[in-house]
């Protein structure tokens, strides 16, 4: 009875294989994207990375156009625009565009973290440690300009996101800290909490969330989504093969020893593999039953609303697959 209450949607990095190129991941995340779409999931999101060799999702509202049109009924949007590499104004128009073109459709999930290293993140002009500092304004502003004002005066009383806006995407704030918890909560907005960051916060987060949610013009309950890495086979040994360049990836993240994403069978050789597969991670990678206890589990410890699912492969037909399989499973 719970599974069949909570809704599943996606979260997808557009992640470059090893030999493949930033258009191959882009065709394999419409590929997800459609299937996703099909099967009935809440909603998709795509990431914004920069300056990093694995990850091709560099821009949200572009990838979000681009799925927005590839898909029918899937809710689309990002999984989070990092506010601090941007102006409020911009981001603002862009999804009030993408609003216009898919009316009811639009999600704009909302990140304090610049999303990449510093130097990077100079190079977009906005200073990203002021930009941090200003992050709760500027929301603020980014929300009164889509329609959702929450002082008497701001940029929304200047500006405008659009001319003639009808509706206005979801806003969300995303996060992996009891500090966006508290603000998601304190401003009643949905709150997207990175689980499958492994931080072991999710718990507290998640309360936090919980404890502080004030009623909104945009919520009446709190709304936690908490995203989960979860990778699903017929057996555990395929889910274990499939799932080794993923770990390997993360590993190398952990570690800050960068690695692409290898095939199954380059993963099986790599030097790292076994420390892959040992690494402490709350990652669920096997069987479809076991996977989706996991999930239940995970609903059950933080009273999360939805779940956004995760994973890397190198195939993308094993990540539709495992989508496949958890949602006969969640139904």
Do not use: C
């Amino acid at each position: 009875m719970l599974a069949a209450v909570i809704p599943l949607s996606v979260l997808d990095l557009s992640v470059v294989r090893d030999g493949g190129s930033s258009a191959d991941a882009f065709a394999d995340t419409t590929l997800l994207a459609t299937r996703a779409d099909q099967l009935g999931f809440r909603r998709f999101w795509v990431a914004e990375h920069h300056n990093m060799a694995t990850v091709a999702s560099t821009t949200p509202s572009v990838l979000t156009a681009h799925l927005a049109s590839a898909t029918e009924q899937i809710r689309v949007g990002s999984g989070g625009v990092m506010l601090p590499n941007h102006a409020p104004l911009a981001i603002a128009e862009q999804f009030a565009l993408l609003e216009a073109l898919h009316p009811n459709r639009i999600d704009l999930g909302i990140g304090r973290a610049p999303g990449t290293d510093p130097m990077t993140a100079s190079a977009f002009g906005r200073h990203p440690h002021e930009s941090v500092e200003k992050f709760p304004r500027d929301l603020i502003d980014l929300m009164g300009m889509l329609g959702d004002p929450r002082r008497e005066d701001g940029l929304w009383t200047r500006l405008r996101a659009t001319p003639a806006a009808t509706t206005s995407p979801m806003v969300a704030l995303l996060g992996s800290s009891g500090y966006s918890a508290q603000l998601a909560g304190m401003l009643g907005l949905p709150f997207a909490y990175a689980h499958h960051f492994d931080t072991g916060a999710t718990d507290i987060a998640s309360q936090l969330y919980l404890d502080k949610f004030e009623p909104s013009p945009v919520l009446d309950e709190p709304y936690l989504i908490v995203g989960v890495g979860a990778l699903a086979a017929e057996t555990e040994q395929q889910a274990a093969h499939i799932g080794l360049p993923g770990r390997i990836l993360r590993l190398g993240i952990r570690t800050n020893r960068r690695h692409p994403l290898l095939s199954p069978e380059a993963a099986a050789d790599h030097a790292d593999a076994e420390a892959a597969r040992n690494m402490a991670s709350e990652q669920l990678i096997g069987s479809v039953e076991r996977v989706a206890e996991g999930l239940r589990q995970l609903v059950q410890r933080t009273k999360a609303d939805e779940l956004m699912l995760t994973a890397a492969t190198y195939d993308v037909a094993d990540k539709i697959r495992s989508l496949e399989l958890i949602d006969a499973a969640w139904r």
